[in-house]
């Protein structure tokens, strides 16, 4: 009698969401959103001895090309990226933001309202962007769900692990500061600020998706990435990404993007709340849980239970089956809360 | 697969045929019925648990059953994985006195009642316990642990190490300890436990588990529609019924209960939480005692209560080692036993629940001889002191002959909240 | 408005007719093999005093072990509720009564009372007879002493033996086993009365309050368990008058109550 109901809501929405996010960052520009159009924020632009640089350079380079689009430049917490060269309705990298304006030694007065707007959305909503808009956790989701369906095995990352991971997203967001700092001393010779000027895109997993996904006809070459070491790097991440068929969410435990946005996890206004009484500890949260994080199984002193590894998917309050028990609070209003299926 | 039990002497099993059991069974069981029936309403099916809990229909029919049968003992046991291997799982804990006594030829006076009575059926050769061909024993404490070791001489037994807490570390064993054990099931059963009947099986528990929530959303809705002995009748049942009638006959139970909602009105009754060792039919002496004298018992959370039908098994996917995996967590991580270290999540439990049937008074259930659970009532005692819910304590075992004191306890406790 | 309560014990059926509040009539029979016919016996002896007939009483409420056995009776409240509303009629010159310890023939209780006199919390003996009248019943005939004068003899010792045992049976092969050894009377005696303090200490632990304390009961006229309990709890208890006829008083209060809710 109840087989049209929906049984996890929140997971239902947040596929929708991730669906329409996706296309609207991959594949925006094949929908015909004029981008320029849609901009509210100043468009920051390089200096001009900058752009004689990079025109000089050899063509085709994806990430330095003389063809880099003035994009939408609205830098939502998201990735989307200057790797969807002809399309892309957002260029939203955080980091790609971060690393750039430092390369370019930006005045501050152009990038406050950036920042501003970053601030906003991040102490609103968290790392919400992982769970909902993210399209590299859309792909991820969807490599495991192909796993799923084929029936095959999900694997675990150890706890050590995942700790050794969450240190390694810290080494990559604290190396993208200094490379970008290093590729802004002009006493370098370009040669050499060149190889280490958009760390963050070079080491990105990305860029062997979006260009065969995102650009058409493709038109991806690798050659003008020779920067050996980020490329190995960069390989590297994207064979983590493609684990998630196996360990879900693999990419989202190193992620910079998503670590940035961590710290504002904790005391953002989108929040998860626990009722530790009707908690009966059964652990159908952690087994639910894409990162498989334990913190909100093991909290049963605080109702606070907002914490840093925490992509706000919400399955936790999906799967939950005690009434009541855990809830999303948005500005001190109840969103959705747990309940028990029949 | 590890074996545990080596076995070095076999000896004997001692057996002894004590006439007249099944009538003392019977007689024990409408006592408590009649007790039952004097309730003002009760839904209308009921007789059909009144029937199962009796035994005799469902012992002939499990007598004709050619598949494999297997007994259990406590609320860890995965009954997924009995199902899964297409055979039986029957719960052997006793709560019946005469079983005692025989016991009590062989073992000393001071041993846990439970044991003693469950093993009583063994040493007399009846009930369901002789039809079982292996028996399935957890080690929460120390009488079932040596209970294992008695046992290994009727039949076979394997055994579950229950870890002694619930970190990452013992969870990690206890899923071992779930994997030997489906090993086990399948050499015995000589069927593959394949993840196709993991999954179905699952679900069929599942459902077990859903329908027997909304029993206790509606009951929480208003506890009055159902009486606490009844509907632990109705959990109890599911420990020997055959599943699926379960399920159709408590579902048919849901329906009807909750057309009556709107015409039954909530009266003054006191709401009682009933807590502590396990309650098992046919000792409902305090149950009966509690609510003839016009209490009602609202929620408990007995391991052979709620506990039992309470917790849930949700895998995240239907693959073989997320599946065990769940089963496994589903078993420990929700269990409020006293076996454990420290085992705030029962205190927990018991607080939430009186919040949410808002309960009057706590009566707390001290097995005699259950030194986990006796322990335990000192601090629940001191918390709920602090919370100024009033507890009372009845210490008591299976035998009638302390009726009357526990009766001006309770009264004298219900008196004390009537005020 | 004429009422009755009767308390009917395991050792004595106590029986008290009120008359607007003030006792009129009070009798105590011996409960032995029949508990109905001491009831009827205490109840026929009290109004034989006044001149009244089983007619004349409005209401009666029968409380004790046997509370459900009398024919006669109108309500059975338990015999803690009907203590406590005894008790806090009776009062105490050491303050409101906190804690009420009964020491009963079959049972003994601790009884914790709220601010008006409401019960708080309570506390029995297990279900066997140690630390209870029918201790002191059984200890008394194996020393061939009478138990009323128990109290005093145990005053008088200086040096009291320890008992061990919990158990009435086993209590009682211990003693005999003090007398073989030609222990001092006066010391075994006052040993017994020790042990039963020592219990009923333990169960005032359990209930938690330990200022002005109220003890009745048969046992409360033992002056030595009196005693032995106030050196243990370091605070005076206060007895009253007759002590065995606080909870059949309790009772006939609840009658005059009950009579003004019909």
């Not at chain 2, 109890?236 to 209960?257: G, P």
Request: hydrophobic share 40%; proline share 4%; charged share 25%.
């Amino acid at each position: 009698m109840e087989k049209n109901k929906i049984r996890r809501p929140m997971t239902f929405l947040r596929r929708i969401s991730q669906i329409l996010c996706f296309i609207l960052i991959v594949f925006g520009a094949f929908l015909g959103i004029k981008k320029q159009n849609l901009s509210f924020l100043p468009f920051i632009e390089a200096p001009l001895e900058y752009k004689e640089q990079l025109k000089s350079e050899e063509k085709g380079a994806v990430i330095l090309g003389p063809a880099y689009p003035q994009a939408f430049d609205t830098y939502l917490p998201v990735k989307s990226c200057r790797f969807l060269r002809q399309v892309g309705t957002f260029r939203a990298c955080f980091m790609h933001f971060v690393s750039e304006s430092i390369s370019w030694l930006t005045p501050p007065r152009l990038l406050f309202s950036h920042i501003l707007l970053f601030l906003i959305l991040a102490v609103l909503l968290g790392r919400f962007w992982c769970g909902w808009v993210c399209p590299l956790g859309f792909i991820q989701d969807i490599l495991n769900i192909i796993r799923k369906n084929f029936k095959l095995r999900r694997f675990f990352f150890s706890e050590k692990f995942k700790k050794t991971l969450r240190n390694l997203g810290y080494l990559l967001f604290i190396s993208i500061i200094i490379l970008s700092l290093l590729s802004a001393i002009p006493k370098l010779p370009w040669s050499v600020r060149k190889q280490v000027y958009l760390s963050v895109c070079q080491m990105c997993p990305v860029r062997f998706i979006f260009p065969y996904i995102g650009n058409w006809p493709i038109k991806h070459n690798f050659s003008p990435f020779g920067y050996g070491i980020f490329t190995m790097i960069s390989i590297a991440f994207f064979l983590l990404l493609l684990v998630s068929f196996f360990i879900k969410r693999s990419w989202c435990r190193v992620c910079p993007s998503g670590l940035l946005l961590s710290f504002f996890n904790k005391g953002s206004f989108l929040a998860k709340r626990k009722e530790p009484l009707k908690c009966t500890r059964c652990g159908i949260c952690v087994g639910v849980c894409p990162l498989d994080n334990k913190e909100v199984y093991l909290q049963k002193k605080k109702k606070n239970i907002d914490f840093a590894s925490c992509i706000h998917c919400f399955r936790c309050i999906d799967f939950c089956p005690e009434k009541n028990c855990l809830k999303v609070y948005f500005l001190g209003k109840t969103l959705f809360r747990s309940k028990f299926k029949r | 697969m590890k074996e545990i039990l080596e076995r070095r002497y076999t000896l004997t099993p001692f057996k002894k045929e004590i006439k007249g059991l099944k009538d003392a069974f019977r007689r024990a069981s409408l006592r408590n019925l009649d007790s039952m029936r004097k309730r003002g309403f009760r839904p209308k099916n009921i007789s059909y648990y009144e029937e199962v809990i009796l035994g005799e229909k469902r012992y002939e029919e499990l007598k004709g059953f050619s598949g494999r049968i297997i007994g259990y003992f406590c609320t860890f046991i995965p009954q997924e994985l009995i199902y899964a291997a297409r055979a039986i799982p029957i719960r052997l804990c006793s709560g019946f006195y005469d079983t005692v006594l025989v016991c009590e030829e062989i073992l000393a006076k001071d041993i846990c009642p439970l044991v003693k009575s469950s093993f009583g059926f063994k040493i007399s050769a009846s009930s369901y316990f002789e039809l079982c061909d292996a028996v399935i024993l957890p080690t929460p404490c120390d009488p079932k642990k040596k209970l294992i070791e008695i046992l290994s001489d009727y039949l076979p037994v394997w055994v579950l190490k229950i870890p002694q807490d619930k970190t990452s570390s013992s969870k990690e064993i206890w899923l071992e300890e779930i994997k030997s054990l489906k090993e086990r099931i399948e050499d015995f059963t000589k069927t593959k436990l394949t993840r196709q009947r993991l999954e179905e099986t699952i679900k069929l528990i599942h459902k077990r588990q859903t329908l027997f929530r909304q029993l206790y959303e509606i009951r929480r809705a208003n506890p009055y529609l159902m009486g606490g002995r009844d509907f632990l009748l109705v959990i109890q049942t599911s420990f020997y019924d055959d599943i699926e009638r379960w399920i159709d006959k408590t579902e048919e139970l849901c329906k009807q209960l909750s057309k009556e909602k709107t015409h039954f009105k909530t009266d003054e009754k006191i709401k009682i939480l009933v807590t502590g060792s396990p309650i098992i039919w046919p000792n409902f002496k305090l149950l009966n005692i509690i609510e003839d004298l016009g209490a009602e018992i609202v929620c408990d959370d007995l391991c052979s209560g709620t506990q039992s039908l309470y917790n849930l098994v949700e895998p995240d996917e239907p693959t073989t080692d997320v599946m065990l995996g769940a089963i496994a967590d589903g078993y420990l991580l929700s269990s409020v036993c006293p076996c454990f270290i420290e085992n705030n999540d029962r205190i927990d439990r018991v607080l939430n629940l009186i919040e949410e049937f808002r309960v009057g008074g706590v009566i707390y259930h001290s097995l005699r001889l259950c030194q986990l659970y006796e322990i335990e009532s000192h601090r629940l005692r001191l918390i709920l002191k602090e919370k100024k819910i009033p507890m009372l304590t009845i210490h008591t075992d299976y035998s009638q002959e302390d009726t009357e004191q526990i009766k001006t306890r309770v009264e004298a406790f219900l008196e004390m909240l009537k005020r | 408005m004429i009422v009755c309560g009767i308390d009917i014990g395991s050792v004595a059926t106590k029986t008290v007719i009120l008359k607007d509040r003030d006792i009129i009539s009070k009798s105590l029979a011996l409960t032995k093999a029949s508990p109905k016919l001491a009831a009827e016996e205490a109840l026929s002896k009290a109004l034989r005093q006044i001149n009244l007939s089983e007619k004349d009483i409005s209401y009666i409420v029968s409380t004790g072990y046997g509370r459900r056995i009398i024919e006669f009776g109108d309500r059975t409240v338990t015999e803690i509720t009907c203590c406590g509303r005894g008790a806090t009629q009776i009062g105490s010159p050491l303050g409101k009564i906190q804690t009420i310890i009964d020491l009963g023939g079959q049972d003994s209780k601790v009884i914790s009372l709220d601010e008006e006199g409401g019960i708080l919390d309570f506390v029995m003996n297990d279900k066997c007879s140690a630390g209870t009248g029918r201790f002191l019943e059984v200890m008394a005939s194996v020393l061939e002493e009478r138990i009323g004068d128990l109290g005093e003899i145990a005053l008088r010792s200086n040096n009291p033996v320890r008992i061990n045992s919990t158990c009435t049976v086993f209590s009682e092969s211990e003693v005999i086993s003090l007398i073989a050894q030609g222990r001092n009377k006066e010391d075994i005696i006052s040993g017994i009365c020790a042990s039963i303090a020592e219990r009923i200490a333990g169960m005032i632990t359990q209930v938690g309050k330990k200022e002005s304390i109220f003890f009745c009961g048969g046992g409360a006229r033992n002056r030595g368990i009196h005693r032995f309990l106030e050196d243990k709890l370091g605070v005076e208890l206060y007895v009253p008058q007759e002590p065995e006829f606080v909870i059949a008083l309790g009772a006939s209060l609840i009658a005059i109550e009950s009579l003004k809710k019909i």
